[in-house]
Each structure stands twice: as structure tokens, then as C-alpha cells.
């Protein structure tokens, strides 16, 4: 396994048809889902030489937690579809040390609809670092739990997904997942019938539960799914910590853009005053230093990190990130960069 193409490869023959759309899917012409990765292709590096970079190094820090790498994985649903230890896994996964003999750690973001329960996450993923995502459920106490229980077990940031007021028409196929997932942080076990896990989001949600999250909690909020420099400068205004550039791996409004042609606009509208994120498409070494080119402070992993569960669990995460780890480092050194804050938007050319 070189690329993270062998991981898909490797996860489209080997996973259940069901499993697979699942994963692979995007919303209507995948128009967006596919210009994800198209774009960045778009985007040229300008390196430059003679500039010792014997001793690079891709530490750097988000929300002022340290990591090893600026590559984390993204919240997807149900990880029990790809690997028997699910969530476990991928917990396990972001403290790596396979390829090197060093260990590397990143951040995770555990979902609302992870198959095993937090707790059980938070202690696997020890000393890797772990955000919680949430949605804004009918449930406003369950949403509430939510985050106190994030709080408990040490999580570091609530990220709430702003792009979905209902789920994606192409999601999930059937009309019942397997039998084996359940979920267990909201309360709901198997066999569930998909309808009922839709009916579970308020669709009438506003700035004004951002302002109500806020309120809930001293932990950091970070919004998942902004394009616009009009929403940026909103969540700026509304004192949210950080700002996730994201289409939702095209899985919602097929047609927008793809997130690294965002990127620019909503890095230029807030000014620096928040840390802004990206995920969506990014594939390879090159890619990270593409987007960190353009502003972003870190870059998500949603499908790589589900085509390795498929592959080997935790290992297959571990390896899929490090490999990341290596490729980004790789491009880093071959552009005259020895650290991440030294990555500047004069590397890019459109
Ligand atoms: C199978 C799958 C499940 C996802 N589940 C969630 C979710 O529960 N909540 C959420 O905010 N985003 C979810 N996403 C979106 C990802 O967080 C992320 O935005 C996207 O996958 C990034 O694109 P990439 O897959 O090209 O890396 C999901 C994406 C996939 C592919
Ligand atoms: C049947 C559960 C689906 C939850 C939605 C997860 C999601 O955001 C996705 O893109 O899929």
C-alpha cells in the first residue's frame, strides 16, 4: 500500500456493496464530490531552493493543542461498516507508528453517529487529540448530553456541522442499516430503520444555536461546512473558534465548490481572527501543502480513513495518515519549506 488509491482500490473490492455506496456516494451528478480532487490538480507550486531544509518539520498546532502533522481525520459515520472495531480503530489509528519508528499523533473528530460510544473512544485514542462532532438534534437535550459527556471524557472542541439541515438524498441506500450498527451516544440500537436516524435533525436551526452551543460549554466551537465569506464573517461574529471549509465530501448540495476553490474567500473574510480548516478531496502530500498554501491551519481526512479501516483497522488508519505524514513532508523539503508556518500563499500559482 504506496498511495491511498491502493486503500480505495483495496476497499471498493473488499467492502459490501451497501458499505461501499455508502462510503463512495455523493449527491446527484457528484459534480462536486469529483471536482473535490479535480481542483487541486489545478493548482500549481512554485518552490524554491537553496534553503537548507535538512531539519523540516510538520508540527504544528490547532486550537492550541500540538499535533505532529496538519492532516486529521474528518467525522464519518459508522466506522462498524468498514471494521468490526469501528471508532476504536481509527481512535487507535491517529497514534501511529508504523512506516517510521517514531510515533506521530493527530486529531480525530468522533461523529454524533459513531457506532461505539465516546467513552470507549476517548480512552483508545489517548494521547491523540479528539473533537467531538454535533448536530443540532429535535432532541435539545439530547444535544445538550451531547456535549457534557464530550466535556467529561476530555474531548477538546465541539465541531457543529452547519451544512446539513437534512441528510443528503443520496446517503445511505437501504432502507435499514445492518443489524450489528447502533448508536450508541444517542441511544439508538439495531436493526435501525434510516428514516427514524433522519427524523433525528432539526432542519430549523439558525445562527441563534450557535449562539445556544456557546453557551453550553467552555470548549472551543468550530463550524463544519462554510463556503462563503458572508458566513465566514457571520461565524466570526458569533464567536466561533474555528471554521472547517467543507462541501461534506459532495454529499450534500451537488454544484458548489469545490472546497479548496473556497478556501481563498473565507481565509481573506476572516482575517485571522479564526483558525480556518479544510476537508474535501485531499489525496495526497501535495494537496496538504496546497491547501496550508492557501490558509488553511490543518486539512481533514473523511473517505482515506474508512478505505483504511477496510484495509487493516487500525493499522490501515495508522498507515493512511502516515503516509500523508511522509508526502507532505516530502513536498515540503522539495519546496525550500522547513516548517508549516514558513508555507505561504507564494507557493501557489492557479
Ligand atoms: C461516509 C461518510 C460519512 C460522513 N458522515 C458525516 C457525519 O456524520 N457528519 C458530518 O458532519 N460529516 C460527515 N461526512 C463528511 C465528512 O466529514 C467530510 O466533510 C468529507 O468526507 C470530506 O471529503 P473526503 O471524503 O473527500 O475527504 C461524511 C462523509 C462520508 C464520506
Ligand atoms: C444513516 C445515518 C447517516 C448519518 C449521516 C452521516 C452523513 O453526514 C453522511 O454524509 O453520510
Known amino acids: 500500500m504506496f498511495s491511498l488509491s491502493d486503500f480505495e482500490q483495496f476497499a471498493q473490492q473488499s467492502l459490501s456493496s451497501d458499505a461501499w455506496s455508502y462510503y463512495s456516494s455523493g449527491a446527484g451528478l457528484q459534480q462536486t464530490m469529483k471536482d473535490n480532487e479535480a481542483a487541486f490538480l489545478r493548482y500549481r507550486l512554485r518552490p524554491r531552493v537553496l534553503r537548507d531544509v535538512s531539519a523540516a518539520d510538520t508540527r504544528t498546532s490547532i486550537l492550541g493543542n500540538t499535533i505532529d502533522f496538519p492532516v486529521c481525520v474528518g467525522v464519518t459515520a459508522m ?196 483558525e480556518v480548516y479544510m476537508d474535501g478531496g485531499v489525496r495526497r502530500g501535495t494537496d496538504v501543502l496546497k491547501a496550508l498554501a492557501m490558509g488553511a491551519r490543518a486539512v481533514f481526512i473523511g473517505r482515506p480513513v474508512l478505505w483504511g479501516l477496510a484495509y487493516k483497522g487500525q493499522e490501515g488508519v495508522g498507515r493512511v495518515l502516515e503516509i500523508l505524514r511522509e508526502e507532505l513532508k516530502s513536498a515540503m523539503v522539495l519546496s525550500g519549506v522547513s516548517r508549516v508556518t514558513d508555507i505561504k500563499a507564494e507557493l501557489l500559482v492557479h
Open 79 to 274: 466506522h462498524k461498516l468498514a471494521h468490526d472495531d469501528g471508532e476504536l480503530a481509527t481512535a487507535r489509528g491517529i497514534v501511529m507508528n508504523q512506516i517510521t519508528a517514531t510515533k506521530y499523533k493527530t486529531c480525530m473528530v468522533l461523529g454524533s453517529f459513531s457506532t461505539t460510544a465516546m467513552e470507549e473512544v476517548a480512552e483508545a485514542g489517548s494521547p491523540g487529540l479528539q473533537w467531538l462532532q454535533l448536530y443540532i438534534f429535535r432532541d435539545r437535550e439530547l444535544t445538550r448530553s451531547l456535549i457534557t459527556q464530550a466535556e467529561r471524557v476530555g474531548f477538546k472542541a465541539i465541531v457543529l456541522t452547519v451544512d446539513q439541515p437534512v441528510i443528503g438524498p443520496d446517503s445511505y441506500k437501504s432502507a435499514s442499516l445492518p443489524p450489528h450498527i447502533s448508536f450508541p451516544d444517542i441511544g439508538l440500537s439495531g436493526p435501525i430503520n434510516k428514516e427514524k436516524v433522519r427524523n433525528l435533525i432539526d432542519s430549523s436551526v439558525t445562527w441563534e444555536e450557535v449562539d445556544w452551543v456557546k453557551g453550553l460549554t467552555k470548549l472551543p466551537v468550530v463550524l463544519k461546512g462554510i463556503l462563503t465569506a458572508e458566513d465566514a464573517v457571520e461565524a466570526v461574529r458569533h464567536g466561533v473558534q474555528g471554521i472547517i471549509v467543507s462541501n461534506h465530501g459532495g454529499r450534500q448540495l451537488d454544484g458548489v465548490l469545490a472546497s479548496i476553490d473556497a478556501l481563498g474567500e473565507v481565509v481573506r473574510a476572516v482575517e485571522g481572527r479564526v
